[in-house]
């Protein structure tokens, strides 16, 4: 059994289903996992750039890229830090606030979908069992 292709694949299938749901929104599911990341770490103090790379386990330049696009299709905005003016602080935007709601219940469909036949136990375990192998490869 290969892990990494079953990993990739389902991944791959996820991201597509979530893609699907929400494209009525003119979003991605990355940018989706964005908004969400950002309401929720809003919530407890400024989110930069440099977070999101840290939490997504992404590239600088993949989340540039990414916050570039959200930011021009009006889903956040980059407020100048007072202290140090080359942090940008992502605030998400109305546009954001208005469908954030609404692309979750999306996800959470997908999610629903995704988990039909198990038990809680067995989703308990397979999300045990993903955070071990992520943390392996720390």
């Known amino acids: 059994m290969d892990i990494g292709r079953s990993i990739h694949i389902l991944s791959r299938q ?7 749901a929400v494209v ?5 599911s990355v940018q989706c996992g964005l908004i969400e990341y950002i309401s929720h770490a809003g919530k407890k103090g400024n989110v930069y750039a440099k977070d999101i790379e840290k939490k997504f386990n992404m590239r600088r330049a993949t989340i540039a890229e990414i916050l570039s696009l959200m930011e021009k299709n009006g889903l956040i905005e980059r407020k100048a830090n007072d202290g140090d003016g080359r942090l940008k602080q992502i605030i998400l935007t109305e546009k954001s606030l208005e ?3 609404s692309i979750k219940k999306e996800v959470n469909k997908v999610e629903d979908n995704l988990k039909k036949g198990l038990t ?12 071990k192998m992520s943390e ?3």
């Open 120 to 131: 809680e136990e067995e989703v308990n375990q397979f999300m045990k069992t993903l955070k």
């Open 99 to 101: 469908i954030k709601n």
């Open 14 to 20: 996820v991201k597509r289903k979530i893609d699907e």
């Open 136 to 138: 392996n490869l720390e």
């Open 24 to 28: 009525k929104y003119d979003v991605t």
